[in-house]
Each structure stands twice: as C-alpha cells, then as structure tokens.
C-alpha cells in the first residue's frame, strides 16, 4: 500500500517516534511506502511532500518536534478544501491517510472520512485533553518538564521568600498543572475545571507564610479564571490579543502574570510568575511518550491494513485498541477532580 502521514496541530515529543514507526512498520511487516505531507492539512491542501524511508528514518525515535512540519490548517475553511485535498491523494496514489494530531486535526479526518478520505488517527495532545484514549504520548514528556522547573522556581522562590505562579497549558483541562503540581510540592493548583476563588488562594498563602513557610508555588493552567465574574473578565483580558486560529481557539496565556500581580497586592508578598509556553512541548520524548508512540505507530499500520478506517489508536487498560474517531473529538477530556482530592492534604 502506499501510506500518507501527516502531524497537525501544535508540536509534540514523541511525533518523529510514531513517524518512524508507521514507516518501519509499514515496510518490514507489509511493503508499504509511506509519502510525508509537509505541515499538516497544509500539505496535503498544497500538494506538498516527501518520500520516507526506513533508513531515513533510523534517527527520528529520540528527536523532538516533527520532521514533517505542523500547521494549524483546516481544510473546511479553504477554498475548495475538500476538493484540493481529494486531489492531491488521489495524484499521489495513496491507499490510506495516518493521521497524528489532537481534536482539530482528527476532527478533519473525522469529517473527511465520508467524502472519501480513508484515513487512521493517532492520538496527539501534551494536554491529554482528547477522548477515548487514557494518555497521549507527550503527556509524560510535558508533565516531566513543568516539574523540573517548578523544583527550579522552588530553590529561588525559597531563597527570595517569594510566591512564584508558575503557568503551564491546559485550555480546557487541567491534566498538566495537576499533575505538575503534585509532583513539584505546589502551594496551590487551579485548573480550568474549577474556577478559583481569589480571596481563599490568598488566604492559604497568607497561612503558609504564618505557619513559617515563607515562600510558595502556585501552579495554574493557561485556561484557569477566578469564579467571580469581574475577576474573571480582567484576568480573560490580560490574555493575549492575538487572532483566534483555523478552528477558532483563542492564543491563551497571561493568566500567570495577572495572578502574581493579584496576590502581591491582596498579600503584600513579593510574587512573580513565569510561563513556561512552548518549553512543555519542546525537546527529547521520555522513553514512555517513546514506547506509547511507537506502540501507536505500530497499531495504526495495523489499522489500515486491516481497513479499520474511521478509527483511532488508543490506550486503555495497558492496551491498544482502536476507538471511532467520532467518539474521540468534539468534546475534551477534562481533569479527573479525584486528582485534586489526592493533592488537597498537601494545598495551602
């Protein structure tokens, strides 16, 4: 068969590794050849393209980032999207898509799959937001790198006798501030969930500093907001202005900054935020997001070959199984709060 594979959405640890995988696997178990289209849905809209090959791909498992480039495209909002796209697969010769991105890039593949498009997905998010899978890979990776820099932000937070919000993603859910969180030691963790209330942050803070813990670490995701309504309009303000993308999300961040300067005023501690953005997602794979890519890779091959289009690979249980692709997108998975009832003994 003759394999298309294309990455959407934003960059992830662990891409190249499914991207290896669906070449080697696809050669060695059944012949395939696997054509890359560059940049996402942008490729396959433009026409756009290279041959892979396992030996071109010997070096891929360890790399961050995607060799095929990423984009934010939506064929649905380009002229004659669909049309182009049905084009550029049929001139191409390919038998099958695999595709490998979160809600937005597997909703296309989604909608296309009706009109033609024979297409696999395989789940990718750092957000760990997208139904019908237990994990994505890059996750871990994610989850790892906001650690080790709330240990970092702890030692001069401790040193200064500060409070240092600490942003990390999480859009709609708050899988990575929660986890961070708890592993890091925070003082406090808001996620998007659970809409905060500014006045009791404060007060715990305050306690800490009363019981002798003299500096703290509030961990928030990018999609938090206080739940009173005047505070949560002048914290969704302090965001950034940029336009919303192909799929209508707005470029969050800021919250951060808004929150420090909120606790240094009601608290009178010094507080300083950091955002930690883009480092979440860049840089090597842990060998799970290496292991859980590479096992997707693998199924996804499987998958096609096996006709199973319209499908996701997923994890559940241990294992990978195949789940329909509409029931993976359209509605994020939010945080466990069961994750929030493990971490509260050590809140405050």
């Not at 906001?146 to 200064?160: G, N, P, Q, V």
């Not at 809409?195 to 938090?224: M, N, W, Y």
């Not at 979440?280 to 842990?286: A, S």
Request: proline fraction near 5%; charged fraction near 20%; aromatic fraction near 4%.
């Amino acid at each position: 068969m003759r394999l298309g594979v294309l990455t959407g959405g934003g960059d992830c640890p662990g891409l190249n590794a499914v991207i290896r995988a669906v070449v080697t696997a696809g050669h060695v178990r059944h012949g395939d050849q696997t054509i890359g289209y560059l940049d996402g849905w942008r490729g396959v809209l433009d026409g756009r393209s290279t041959a892979l090959d396992p030996l071109r791909s010997t070096g891929l498992l360890a790399m961050g980032g995607t060799v095929l480039g990423t984009s934010r495209t939506n064929p649905f909002g380009e002229p004659d999207g669909v049309e182009r796209v049905r084009r550029t697969l049929a001139a191409d010769r390919i038998d099958a898509l695999v595709v490998i991105g979160g809600d937005d890039t597997l909703g296309v593949a989604n909608r296309l799959g009706p009109m033609g498009v024979r297409a696999v997905g395989v789940p990718k998010t750092i957000d760990n937001d997208l139904s019908g899978t237990e994990v994505t890979f890059g996750f871990q990776t994610a989850v790892q790198t906001a650690t080790e820099a709330i240990d970092r932000l702890a030692t001069t937070a401790e040193s200064h006798h500060r409070v240092i919000v600490c942003e990390v993603m999480g859009r709609h859910a708050g899988w990575i501030a929660a986890e961070a969180g708890i592993a890091g030691g925070a003082a406090e963790i808001l996620v998007p969930e659970v809409p905060f209330d500014l006045d009791q942050v404060c007060a715990k803070l305050t306690a800490r500093h009363e019981r002798g813990q003299f500096f703290s670490i509030v961990v928030v995701a990018e999609g938090a907001l206080p739940a009173d309504p005047t505070l949560a309009e002048s914290a969704a303000a302090a965001r950034s202005g940029a336009p919303p993308d192909a799929f209508g999300h707005a470029r969050l961040g800021g919250i951060g900054d808004w929150l420090a300067g909120q606790i240094e005023r009601r608290t009178g501690f010094e507080a300083r935020a950091t955002t930690l953005g883009h480092i979440q997602r860049g840089g090597t794979p842990t060998a799970f997001d290496r292991v859980l890519a590479t096992r997707f890779g693998v199924a996804a091959v499987e998958a096609v070959h096996d006709g199973a289009f319209g499908t996701m690979v997923a994890l559940s249980a241990g294992s990978i199984v195949r789940v329909p692709l509409d029931q993976a997108v359209g509605h994020p998975k939010t945080l466990d709060l069961d994750l929030l009832e493990v971490a509260a003994p050590f809140l405050g």
